[in-house]
């Protein structure tokens, strides 16, 4: 396995391993990398011939405030990972290199960008679409594997590469999640014991949420409401959002249909948390 942090020798790698005839399969992250990357990795080696993950912790998509210092990174240990993983190239740049100076273009995505972490994340969607449109380019993948954990980014990657035809195939796999429910993220090293404990309080939100709709509630009012109310007695929980969106549009729908996904935002302390989920059954 190869760690390379040059640009322009991360696109001759590409470029002579697609003139050799080679599939490349491509998995971007911002390291720090639990089973939830390893399971796109999986993927990602059962779908290329050379499989390329990137660890780059982008500055365009945190905003002021948020967590970019902080953000946990470890190189060292996400090597042995990836190698372990069969990944043939970790992609791993400098930001001075994405983003030299002078740099002044961005990709934004209208419409389905603008709700949900959009609203309470101006900018994010821009940052993470410009780093991925500067990665596909870099990379060149035939396939790029992205998780449900972050839903709506998926959905706003699936529609920049349709609206600008970029020639990438984008898959999205199931949320990885801890025995007890919590979604796997790199955000969860910041949770002491006792917020990781109320932390499940957004998984239970969707089991709660699921509940309700097999006993036939259909308004996502009363839906939201029951989990405001829930989420509202943890003591360090500080609801962000929760909205129930069409899986496509991200637009809030009043009534749940098969197309529903219930989408939760929540602070535990200071870490700020997101899990989904589809809330009537037949998805997985
Ligand atoms: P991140 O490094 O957190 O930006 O995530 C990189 C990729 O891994 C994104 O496509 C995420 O959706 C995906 N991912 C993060 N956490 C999980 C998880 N628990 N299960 C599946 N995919 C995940």
């Known amino acids: 396995m190869d760690i390379i942090r040059s640009i322009s020798e991360m696109q001759q790698r590409v470029v002579a391993a697609r003139a050799a005839g080679q599939t490349i399969s491509f998995v971007p992250t911002m390291g720090f990398l639990h089973q939830g990357h390893l399971s796109l990795l999986d993927e990602g080696r059962k779908r290329g011939d050379l499989l390329v993950l990137s660890i780059f912790v982008n500055p365009a998509q945190f905003g002021q405030g948020e967590d970019f210092d902080d953000y ?15 990944v043939d190239i970790i992609f791993a740049p400098e930001a001075a290199q994405m983003y030299p100076t002078g740099y002044a273009t961005y990709v934004d995505v209208e419409g389905i960008s603008e709700n949900l972490c959009g609203t309470s994340r101006p900018g994010h969607f821009r940052g993470v679409c410009t780093v991925v449109s500067k990665l596909f380019n870099i990379v060149q993948p035939h396939t790029a594997i992205f998780g449900n954990k972050d839903f709506q980014q998926l959905a706003v990657i699936r529609r920049m590469t349709r609206d600008m035809n970029m020639p990438v195939e984008i898959i999205g ?96 302390g200071n870490t700020r948390l997101i899990d989904n989920g589809f809330l009537e059954p037949g998805h997985d």
């Open 173 to 268: 796999l199931a949320i990885f999640r801890e025995p007890d429910g919590l979604a796997m993220s790199s955000r969860n090293v910041y949770l002491t014991p006792q917020l990781r404990e109320q932390a499940l309080v957004l998984s239970q939100s969707l089991v709660v949420a699921r509940e309700m709709v097999a006993s036939s509630e259909t308004e996502s009012a009363t839906i939201i409401s029951r989990l405001r109310e829930m989420i509202r007695r943890q003591p360090d929980a500080r609801i962000d959002y929760i909205q129930i969106c069409h899986q496509l549009t991200l637009e809030d729908q009043a009534h749940v249909d098969a197309d529903s996904v219930l989408l939760l935002a929540v602070y535990i």
């Open 72 to 86: 946990p990174r470890d190189l060292q240990q996400d090597s042995q990972m990836a190698q372990d993983r069969g």
